[in-house]
């Protein structure tokens, strides 16, 4: 068998990965262990959060299909940090953990030139100093120009439970074994992390009366720019409390936990810590919040996100039990930590290519991050890059001010991972332009332009910026007079009108949204209305208002973000004798010689490269 490319590994990052490069046009090859559970929610069933949203609005917005997928199983949709400034906003949805496999495999098989086979790869073969395809359990030899590897948590998995442990990618299925040396004898990095998960609940035996509901949006919105439906008949989510009690319990249980024994080696989430770690570091606190998420529709199983664990079943389930309203609990299955390897991804291009070996990618947890949207964002950036680099074109990067997929890459391929790496809205330099609202308009354009997002998502674009413009016009231009709109100010607690004000000033103040700018003035009102049964409606009135009220502030970050990139054009060579520039700090020669940065923009990233450092570097690269 021959391919373009072979993905080995079909999570989040492996799919995304997949799709992208086999519509692009190259033959793809998706290599999984269980076909029937593409892009499996190993952890919680929700998409999206805070940061994590915009990540997958920014891939649907370049034509990748988590936003899609995500719309089509969710449960509940809810915008998080509304009482915050728009550049928080994150969506979630709580997705059907079943419909959203199910629906990724029916994408993907509807996608040309691309096949999925359930195998798995127990060698990558080399040509040189490049890969040259993958060998199968079951003996077959697959031919490749490129592999994109996407294995997750499954590299020399194991998995923890008290004191038992064994192989595993997850609970109930195989690690896989030997790409990790394989890879390591070809001089890459091989280090170890931890994750976990906690016991599913079976929710007949929860007593939901004594929990606290969280539900839904009012108004809920979706993920994709495209035409997927809003969610209906929202499910649910619930909330509960740990207490002494359970605190208690759980530490008796330290004594056997393969945390606290030292028999885990590699580092969990410190932002995703597990219920032990969380007593432990926090013993000061009586209580921790918890959150009982439906798994599926139709389905019984909950998920009790905060309550990760790998303490001994019994440990878990007596602790359980202490909860108010979960008495009487009984667990589908327990908690446990899985142990796995992960790459240094200082060794990689800002591409996710492999700089140890060419035609290499790798992409999600194998990279030493945590979540499924992160690892989707780079899968579906490897697919691009996989697709160009055989066919000898550019590759394609991201910038930190262009998305939250660029601040990601170039924060593992730059500082490398100590822990488990989770994108955070404080990781962006640049958030009033790294907004969830406007991904289309960052990333549409240059999606198209590859290739990759279609003609009707530019063409609907397109539409909204011309409406959006000419939305904006009539706000600037159409004047409030005093009589007809003060006591509406008052009301809404803002000063009156001494004379005639533009509508533009009074949606720049605090108090004033557009629904009540809308109140106020019969023609604006108008003028919307008439133009309501577009399908971006919603969602360009958000961003239109969000433009006009953070003008200034959008403005002044476009400005650091453009004077700040100069150095990104500078190139550095990938061969260059750092240890040889003596006038450079020893700090900066040792770790510039070990990630070898590929812009001068780089370079300033690193820790313990300074100003000055950079300055010897410019100086150097004008001589």
Same mark, same amino acid.
Not at 117 to 143: M, N, P
Not at 265 to 285: L, M, N, V
Not at 488 to 496: D, F, N, V
């Given at each position: 068998?021959?391919?373009?490319?072979?993905?080995?590994?079909?999570?989040?990052?492996?799919?995304?990965a997949?799709?992208?490069?086999?519509?692009?046009?190259?033959?793809?090859?998706?290599?999984?262990?269980?076909?029937?559970?593409?892009?499996?929610?190993?952890?919680?069933?929700?998409?999206?959060?805070?940061?994590?949203?915009?990540?997958?609005?920014?891939?649907?917005?370049?034509?990748?299909?988590?936003?899609i997928?995500?719309?089509?199983?969710?449960?509940?949709?809810?915008?998080?940090?509304?009482?915050?400034?728009?550049?928080?906003?994150?969506?979630?949805?709580?997705?059907?953990?079943?419909?959203?496999?199910?629906?990724?495999?029916?994408?993907?098989?509807?996608?040309?030139?691309?096949?999925?086979?359930?195998?798995?790869?127990?060698?990558?073969?080399?040509?040189?100093?490049?890969?040259?395809?993958?060998?199968?359990?079951?003996?077959?030899?697959?031919?490749?120009?490129?592999?994109?590897?996407?294995?997750?948590?499954?590299?020399?998995?194991?998995?923890?439970?008290?004191?038992?442990?064994?192989?595993?990618?997850?609970?109930?299925?195989?690690?896989?074994?030997?790409?990790?040396?394989?890879?390591?004898?070809?001089?890459?990095?091989?280090?170890?992390l931890?994750?976990?998960?906690?016991?599913?609940v079976?929710?007949?035996?929860?007593?939901f009366?004594?929990?606290?509901?969280?539900?839904?949006?009012e108004?809920?919105?979706?993920?994709?720019?495209?035409?997927?439906?809003?969610?209906?008949?929202?499910?649910?989510?619930?909330?509960?409390?740990?207490?002494?009690e359970?605190?208690?319990?759980?530490?008796?249980?330290?004594?056997?936990?393969?945390?606290?024994?030292?028999?885990?080696?590699?580092?969990?989430?410190?932002?995703?810590?597990?219920?032990?770690?969380?007593?432990?570091?926090?013993?000061?606190?009586?209580?921790?919040?918890?959150?009982?998420?439906?798994?599926?529709?139709?389905?019984?199983?909950?998920?009790?996100?905060?309550?990760?664990?790998?303490?001994?079943?019994?440990?878990?389930?007596?602790a359980?039990?202490?909860?108010?309203?979960?008495?009487?609990?009984?667990?589908?299955?327990?908690?446990?930590?899985?142990?796995?390897?992960?790459?240094?991804?200082?060794?990689l291009?800002?591409?996710?290519e492999?700089?140890?070996?060419?035609?290499?990618?790798?992409?999600?947890?194998?990279?030493?991050?945590?979540?499924y949207?992160?690892?989707?964002?780079?899968?579906?950036?490897?697919?691009?890059?996989?697709?160009?680099?055989?066919?000898?074109?550019?590759?394609?990067?991201?910038?930190?001010?262009?998305?939250?997929?660029g601040?990601?890459?170039?924060?593992?391929?730059?500082?490398?991972?100590?822990?488990?790496?989770?994108?955070?809205?404080?990781?962006?330099?640049?958030? #009033? %332009?790294?907004?969830?609202?406007? $991904?289309? =308009?960052? +990333?549409?354009?240059?999606?198209? *332009?590859?290739?990759?997002?279609?003609?009707?998502?530019?063409?609907?674009?397109?539409?909204?910026?011309?409406?959006?413009?000419?939305?904006?016009?009539?706000?600037?231009?159409?004047?409030?007079?005093?009589?007809?709109?003060?006591?509406?100010?008052?009301?809404?607690?803002?000063?009156?009108?001494?004379?005639?004000?533009?509508?533009?000033?009074?949606?720049?103040r605090?108090?004033?949204?557009?629904?009540?700018l809308?109140?106020?003035?019969?023609?604006?009102?108008?003028?919307?209305?008439?133009?309501?049964?577009?399908?971006?409606?919603?969602?360009?009135?958000?961003?239109?208002?969000?433009?006009?009220?953070?003008?200034?502030?959008?403005?002044?970050?476009?400005?650091?973000?453009?004077?700040?990139?100069?150095?990104?054009?500078?190139?550095?060579?990938?061969?260059?004798?750092?240890?040889? #520039? %003596?006038?450079?700090?020893?700090? $900066?020669? =040792?770790? +510039?010689?070990?990630?070898?940065? *590929?812009?001068?923009?780089?370079?300033?990233?690193?820790?313990?490269?300074?100003?000055?450092?950079?300055?010897?570097?410019?100086?150097?690269?004008?001589?």
């Open positions: 068998m021959e391919y373009d490319i072979v993905v080995v590994g079909g999570g989040h990052a492996g799919c995304e997949a799709a992208a490069a086999a519509n692009l046009g190259s033959r793809v090859l998706l290599l999984s262990m269980q076909i029937d559970r593409m892009a499996y929610m190993s952890c919680n069933p929700a998409m999206g959060g805070v940061a994590k949203g915009q990540i997958v609005r920014e891939i649907d917005a370049m034509g990748g299909y988590s936003g997928i995500t719309d089509l199983s969710t449960l509940q949709f809810r915008m998080l940090n509304r009482s915050k400034g728009p550049a928080m906003w994150s969506p979630r949805a709580q997705c059907d953990m079943w419909r959203f496999s199910a629906q990724w495999r029916a994408h993907l098989e509807k996608i040309p030139n691309l096949d999925l086979r359930q195998d798995t790869v127990t060698e990558i073969l080399f040509k040189q100093d490049a890969v040259a395809g993958v060998r199968t359990q079951s003996g077959a030899q697959i031919q490749a120009q490129a592999v994109i590897l996407t294995a997750g948590t499954f590299l020399n998995g194991k998995i923890h439970i008290g004191e038992n442990s064994c192989l595993g990618g997850r609970i109930g299925e195989s690690a896989s074994i030997g790409l990790s040396q394989q890879l390591q004898e070809r001089g890459i990095k091989v280090e170890s931890k994750t976990g998960t906690p016991v599913r079976d929710a007949r035996t929860v007593d009366s004594v929990l606290t509901e969280q539900k839904g949006d108004e809920p919105a979706k993920f994709s720019f495209t035409d997927t439906p809003v969610v209906q008949e929202q499910m649910s989510c619930f909330l509960a409390y740990t207490n002494t359970v605190h208690d319990i759980l530490r008796t249980g330290f004594d056997k936990s393969p945390m606290f024994a030292g028999r885990i080696k590699g580092r969990g989430p410190r932002y995703c810590p597990s219920i032990e770690d969380k007593i432990d570091r926090f013993a000061d606190k009586d209580r921790h919040q918890l959150f009982f998420e439906p798994c599926a529709r139709g389905s019984q199983e909950y998920y009790l996100n905060g309550f990760s664990s790998s303490l001994p079943e019994e440990t878990q389930v007596a359980l039990h202490k909860i108010v309203g979960f008495e009487k609990a009984k667990i589908f299955r327990p908690g446990y930590a899985i142990e796995y390897d992960y790459f240094d991804p200082t060794q291009k800002p591409s996710l492999s700089k140890l070996v060419n035609h290499l990618f790798l992409a999600g947890q194998v990279n030493g991050t945590t979540g949207e992160e690892a989707a964002g780079q899968g579906f950036m490897a697919g691009v890059n996989a697709h160009l680099n055989i066919n000898g074109k550019e590759p394609f990067v991201l910038s930190r001010s262009q998305a939250y997929i601040v990601l890459i170039d924060d593992l391929v730059t500082k490398g991972v100590d822990e488990p790496y989770r994108m955070f809205t404080s990781r962006a330099e640049y958030r #009033i %332009l790294l907004r969830q609202d406007n $991904a289309d =308009e960052r +990333l549409t354009p240059l999606s198209y *332009a590859l290739g990759l997002a279609k003609a009707e998502r530019m063409h609907r674009l397109e539409d909204k910026k011309t409406y959006g413009k000419k939305l904006k016009t009539y706000i600037a231009t159409h004047k409030a007079e005093p009589e007809k709109v003060n006591a509406k100010l008052l009301e809404y607690g803002t000063s009156a009108l001494t004379q005639k004000t533009n509508l533009e000033a009074l949606l720049q605090p108090q004033i949204n557009l629904p009540q809308m109140a106020m003035d019969q023609g604006l009102k108008n003028y919307i209305e008439a133009n309501s049964q577009q399908p971006f409606y919603r969602e360009l009135l958000e961003e239109v208002e969000i433009s006009i009220k953070y003008d200034s502030y959008i403005r002044k970050e476009e400005e650091n973000a453009e004077r700040l990139s100069k150095y990104d054009h500078l190139a550095l060579k990938p061969d260059l004798d750092y240890r040889g #520039i %003596l006038s450079l700090s020893y700090e $900066a020669r =040792e770790k +510039l010689s070990r990630i070898r940065p *590929a812009t001068l923009g780089q370079a300033s990233r690193i820790p313990g490269v300074s100003p000055a450092d950079i300055s010897v570097l410019l100086i150097w690269l004008n001589k």
